[in-house]
């Protein structure tokens, strides 16, 4: 069992900065994928990046402003956000899983979950 615990969410003006956290603990996820999905109220839950080994895969959306890192010594991964906008404003949740044969963009990739943390953009 894996338990994952999101940090660093928050209020930030449009175009700031905030750097989110992500502690695994239980077992080491150094040979899992590690990934950040959001969901605003009322939308659908969006694929954000993902990071495997030297894979890194991002949205759209957020692609040259959204850094994802990984740490295995300490079984955490981040999420660097740059120039954040409204449209950025979510719940912001970790997830991890072993490799399967799932798209790593997708949520059926990951078994683990943490609670989610709020990231709040005003203009």
């Known amino acids: 069992q894996v338990q994952l615990v999101e940090s660093g969410g928050g209020l930030v003006q449009a175009g700031g900065s905030l750097r989110l956290s992500c502690a695994a603990s239980g077992r080491t996820v150094s040979n899992y994928r590690m990934g950040w999905f959001r969901q605003a109220p009322g939308e659908e839950r969006e694929f954000v990046a993902a990071a495997y080994a030297n894979v890194r895969h991002y949205a759209d959306s957020v692609r040259g402003r959204f850094t994802i890192s990984r740490d295995d010594a300490k079984n955490t991964v981040y999420l660097q956000m740059n120039t954040l906008k409204p449209e950025d404003m979510a719940v912001y949740y970790c997830?991890?899983?072993?490799?399967?044969?799932?798209?790593?963009?997708?949520?059926?990739?990951?078994?683990?979950w943490g609670q989610g943390t709020q990231v709040t953009v005003s203009s």
């Open positions: 997830a991890a899983g072993p490799l399967t044969t799932a798209s790593m963009r997708s949520g059926d990739a990951y078994s683990y």
